[in-house]
């Protein structure tokens, strides 16, 4: 019947629906995972320097796939009789044998030299409180701080948990630099989900004004304006 029989504005009605419905499912996706699955929190110790400093940002990626060694985690510290969550860095896993012997300048994993360039001051026996060997249990992560100086992790807590390590399960997600990617990417989606939404409701406003201008002439009769005969 060709575009004669069409309503005035459905194409821009139709270009309303997917927009709005774009736009909606952007910015649900980017909200949910900017802001839900990688939010940022404030670190508020200074155990992690130079990493972290007490009062920096920290985004906390929940979605990562895994933990490895070299991750610096947040984590429930109830696995070492604490309340609140506590950042710390993974510094072996399961399987894994972490030690030291009073002299030595670094720590051993797997009975090698272990390199820390993240450490403060490049030291990365300092504040340590004697010699250990722990073989760390599978599902099991053994943490230190990066100012080792200043930091009550593993080391500490060999009477209060299993080789002073917390299980995978108290993970709640790595924490990345406030500009990664993912959380950029992520946060970026909702201005642009937003906009797509904006542009889906001029659409949608664009669409009712012309079918309301057609109405009138469609609801004219054809007889209109043809008098009576007397």
């Not at 990688?38 to 940002?57: F, I, K, N």
Request: hydrophobic residues 40%; contains cysteine; charged residues 20%.
């Amino acid at each position: 019947m060709g575009t004669q029989g069409r309503a005035p504005g459905r194409r821009l009605g139709v270009a309303a629906v997917v927009l709005l419905v774009m736009g909606g499912a952007v910015s649900c996706a980017g909200g949910l995972g900017g802001y839900v699955f990688t939010p940022t929190r404030v670190m508020t110790s200074d155990h992690m320097r130079p990493t972290l400093s007490a009062g920096g940002s920290m985004v906390v990626n929940s979605l990562a796939p895994g933990v490895e060694r070299g991750d610096v985690i947040l984590f429930d510290a109830s696995a070492w009789g604490e309340r609140g969550l506590s950042v710390e860095r993974v510094v072996a896993v399961g399987g894994d044998r972490i030690a030291y012997a009073p002299g030595d300048r670094t720590l051993t994993l797997n009975d090698r030299p272990l390199e820390e360039p993240y450490v403060l001051n490049g030291d990365p026996v300092a504040g340590s409180p004697g010699a250990f060997s722990v073989t760390v249990p599978e599902d099991r992560l053994f943490l230190l701080g990066d100012t080792r100086g200043n930091s009550a992790d593993s080391r500490y807590r060999f009477e209060v948990a299993e080789g002073g390590t917390v299980p995978l399960s108290a993970v709640k997600g790595t924490v990345v630099d406030p500009g990664h990617p993912l959380a950029t990417g992520l946060r970026t989606a909702v201005f642009a989900g937003a906009a797509v939404l904006c542009a889906g409701a001029v659409a949608g406003v664009a669409s009712l004004r012309l079918r309301r201008r057609a109405r009138p002439a469609a609801a004219q009769p054809a007889y209109a304006g043809q008098r009576a005969a007397p």
